[in-house]
């Protein structure tokens, strides 16, 4: 495993599935608990792609939904890391729903997720670090400690007092 750190764009996953009966709710719209199913499988396709490694879902950031997906129409996913910590991985994704009938797309939602990489033991194992290459995934790689810090928080691993990066917002 290159431990110099991999280029973001290494761990890019796309992933499409189309919406079917099974898929929906009573309205006819794609359930958000499918959804998030297909959102965690491309999310940990991104990570282990980055670390080469098993790894496995340690958390999901606020998780809301701005279009529903119709039955019959499609979803596309986008996954990224967007940066590396000790043994843990920030993924970045994106959905939108793609209309093919009426040839048109639109955003549905986008989230972030924190994957850790496994050992043959199943402990937590270093992982690379993420090299941006462009504008998109520096600003992503750069919100990625404030984000960390905001989770911990929220989690109860880090006291809010000793959140540098994000006193650094409000003082």
Partial sequence: MDMEGKKAS????????????????????????????????????????????PCMTASVDNLSFKN???????V??????TRAFNTSMEIHIKVWGEDSLHQY?????????????L???????????VIPENEAEQRLYEGALRR?????????????????ELKALFV
């Fill in 10 to 53: 290494e761990s890019f996953v796309i992933m499409n599935e189309l919406v079917l009966p099974n898929d929906t709710n009573v309205f006819g719209n794609l359930m958000g608990g499918r959804l998030m199913y297909w959102m965690d499988i491309a999310a940990g396709i991104s990570a282990s792609r980055h670390c080469n490694a």
């Fill in 105 to 117: 797309r639109y955003e549905s939602n986008e989230a972030y997720f924190t994957f850790v990489a």
């Fill in 68 to 74: 529903p997906i119709k039955l019959g129409n499609v």
């Fill in 119 to 129: 050992d043959p033991n199943r402990k937590p194992r270093p992982v690379p670090a």
């Fill in 76 to 81: 596309h996913i986008e996954a990224q890391v």
């Fill in 148 to 164: 960390r810090q905001l989770r911990l928080i929220l989690g109860g691993k880090m006291k809010p007092e000793d959140a540098d």
